[in-house]
Structures are given as structure tokens and as C-alpha cells.
């Protein structure tokens, strides 16, 4: 059970949460509608985001719990999911974009992109300006983007962002982490004094379904037999989601990354000034956005 007594109420406050029909972003989910938050989970299955929010309004005693459908790795998708929340509600307190896949091989989106980088990257880069607007006019509010500690080993190749060259399920993961962890620090630092406060956090490890997709059953019963003992369970790995969302400790911090609820330091990589505007730039145009958006 998540130590929802730590927090202040989330009653009147409206948070969104990507991926949260399982695993962390369920348990993150779970314990913001625990503290009375309006809670609106996105899902990319019907069937699937129904139940999970039938379980969190049960679990919780909390029916204000919402689900809204989106294709991730779709960018029209990810713009119908804007379109759609921005005409169901009139505030947005917390975005938490949790949401992230973990595939071993490469696939193409839609629109032509590597999956990893663009479900895991430019899916939150893309929805959290299409959102900010309404961030800005909800204050205080709070942006938690779900980072990985993988981003220490990662090194951006802005030549080959697609990975069109030698993919790696690690080399795409941990790039996509680092292109993430770039352009937080970016937009904190384009929010200071906004009332809008974003920060980053690696849950550590946590046994969840994430790339269970991608393997057959034989081996997807021996992954989680042997990663069930090792990993975290998702409540645990939503302890720090949950410490940035809703804590009054974490209401003036921004631009920070925590690691299991403790403020870490990120790699070299991440805090080269050129590196992130580089990749900004790159994600900016990926994602069909014009250069002065804010």
C-alpha cells in the first residue's frame, strides 16, 4: 500500500498520467486518487484503460477517475489526446508522463520515426507543450517526467537519432532517456518563475510488464519468474513520482532529477548547454513544432 498519510490532499487538483494501465503509472495513478486528485489515466487499448480505472476508482473510493485513449507512437494521436483533454477540462496541475516502451527490436512509427525515440522522447516533448498553456494558466502546477538511470551510458548520436545504423535495445533506450533528460532541463529552466515546476526521476529497478511484448511466452514466463525477485514492486517504483507530485517539500523544486526519492546528479552529457539546445532543436522539428513555441 502506497503511503498516501505522507501527502497533502489532491482534492480539486486534475492529473494526468501516461501509461498507466499497469506498472508504475498505474500505482502513480492509484495514489494520486488516493489523496482525492481527479485523475485521468491515458491508455491505449479501450478494454484495458476501462478496467484499470474501474480498479483505481474501486481501490481508491475515488470515482473521479477518468481514461482517455492515445497511440503513443502516433503524433496525431498524441494531438487528438491534447484536443480532447483540453476541451474536458479547464485545469492541469500534474502531468506525469510515465508512459515507455522497451522493444528489442527496430520498428517505425506512423510517421516514420524509431519507436523508442518516439514513444519515449518525443511523445512527452509533444504532448507536454501542447499542454503547457493550460499548466501555465493552473498554477502551482507540476510536470514529473519518468527518466531511467540508463541515461548514464548513454552518448546522443545526432547524426543517426534513428538508429538506422547498428540498433541496440539498450543504445535506443538509454538515448531515448538522455534526449528526454536534455530537453527537461531546457524547459525548467524556460520556467523558472512560471508557478510551472518540472523534474525527473529514475524509479530504479522495477519489475513491471514493460518489453514483455516483444518475447515469446516461454521466455516471457522465465523473465518474469527471475525479474519478479529482483525488481521493486510498482508501488515502490512510484514512491518518487508520487513524492514530486503531490509533496510540499517538492513544491518550489524544478529542474532537478531524483533517483529513488533522492536528488542526484545526472550525467556530464546531460548538462552540456549546446548538447540540449541540439537536441531540442532536432526533437522541435520532429514533432512539427515551430522554434518560438513555448
Sequence with gaps: MLMNQTYQSMQGKICLVTGATSGIGNATALGLARQGATVVIVARNQAKGE???AEIQKASGNPAVDVLLADLSSQASVQQLATTFLARYEHLHVLINNAGVFLTKRHLTVDGLEMTFAVNHL?????????????????PARIVNVCSGAHYTAHMNLQDLQLRQGYNVWRAYAQSKLAMLLCSYKLARQLEGSGVTLNCLNPGFVFTNMGMTNVGPRAQMMAKAILSRLGASPEKGALTSLFLSMSREAELINGKYFDKLVMKRTSEDSYDLALQEQVWSESMRLVNLPMEAK
Design 51 to 53: 478496467a484499470a480505472c
Design 123 to 139: 511523445a512527452p516533448f509533444l504532448l507536454t507543450h501542447l499542454l503547457l498553456d493550460r499548466l501555465k494558466a493552473s498554477i
